[in-house]
């Protein structure tokens, strides 16, 4: 009977690791924070902002979701047509589980949930998955390069060529796509061949769909970072470019392949490196307050992302 219940619980452990991985980095977080700071600390920098700005803010977080919800919509229109608001509540658990698990396994849930939702094959899904992430990686990076170029007080002129033809890059990448694939096709072997059509069914049929989901792209972290980098500023960091820069740095290290579970320490660090790489002090008061307004923002995230999945599960509740 122990003998038993003691490979239950083992079989139990191996099933739920990633969460219970998850669940003691949050709870070892939560009392980092209280010792070093104390949570009445960082409450009251919320208090001093107000709660219409804090509400706003949210408001228009959870706003950004939507955005990434119609690119996936417009993404696959045949297959989600007239099911909003079930693909709101399947990217809402994928956003969910990519920022609570952590090394991105959460990314995983996403080709699962579009076939067992929408009857997308794993492979399709999954090429769309890879190409998004890569429109974000460049999103985030252009956002960035305008920051370093305004920072510069020479060679502006070549920055901001340099700067356009990496704005344009995605669209003659993709432009190259068919020669590209139709190359692979013909040297691999028969059955990859047949799985590199899948791969390619996954990415947009022409111009006008990547264009628009380029754009998409761009509405979101744009209004994302520019929220994130205002909720710096009300907190008091200074200056101004090293708010977009926290902001950045937050997001750079949401998308790269590795980072906490929750984002636990690896994304208020980059908001510090970010907003020090853009001229936030790396000492003293100014630092102290940088180091708790980071954590508050990526608590926001945090909340905000809970916020969205509440109200996707309320809108379209699961069959």
Not at 108 to 122: C, N
Not at 181 to 189: H, I, K, S
Not at 266 to 292: N, V
């Amino acid at each position: 009977m122990n003998a038993g219940e003691d490979a239950s619980r083992g079989s139990w452990l191996v099933r739920n690791r990633m969460t219970a991985v998850s669940l003691v980095t949050v709870i070892a977080y939560a009392a980092f924070i209280q010792w070093f700071w104390g949570w009445p600390v960082l409450l009251r920098q919320w208090a001093g902002i107000g709660v219409i700005p804090v509400l706003s803010a949210l408001l228009l977080l959870v706003g950004t979701y939507f955005i990434r919800c119609y690119r996936i919509y417009d993404y696959f229109p045949n297959e989600t047509r007239g099911h909003f608001l079930a693909l709101l509540r399947v990217t809402q658990v994928h956003n969910l589980l990519n920022i609570m698990l952590p090394f991105r396994a959460g990314e995983t849930s996403f080709p699962i949930l579009m076939r067992s939702e929408f009857a997308v094959p794993l492979t399709r899904s999954t090429s769309a998955l890879l190409l998004m992430r890569l429109l974000d990686l460049h999103a985030l990076f252009t956002a960035a390069g305008v920051g370093l170029i305004i920072g510069r007080d020479n060679s502006q002129s070549l920055g901001w060529l340099l700067w356009g033809l990496f704005l344009v890059s995605p669209l003659a990448l993709f432009l190259l796509k068919g020669h590209a694939l139709a190359v692979l096709q013909r040297r691999l072997p028969e059955k990859l061949g047949k799985l590199l059509v899948e791969v390619e069914a996954g990415l947009p049929a022409n111009a006008l769909v990547f264009v628009r989901a380029w754009l998409m792209t761009v509405l979101n972290w744009s209004t994302k970072v520019a929220v994130l980098a205002w909720v710096l500023a009300t907190m008091g960091v200074l200056p101004l470019a090293a708010c977009f820069g926290g902001a950045l740095g937050g997001e750079l290290s949401s998308v790269l392949p590795v980072h906490a579970p929750a984002g636990v320490g690896t994304y208020p660090a980059g908001i510090t490196a970010g907003a020090i790489s853009f001229g936030a002090p790396a000492k003293g008061a100014a630092f102290d307050l940088l180091a708790s307004a980071s954590v508050n923002a990526h608590l926001m995230i945090v909340v905000s992302a809970v916020a969205g999945t509440l109200l996707s599960i309320l809108f379209s509740p699961r069959r």
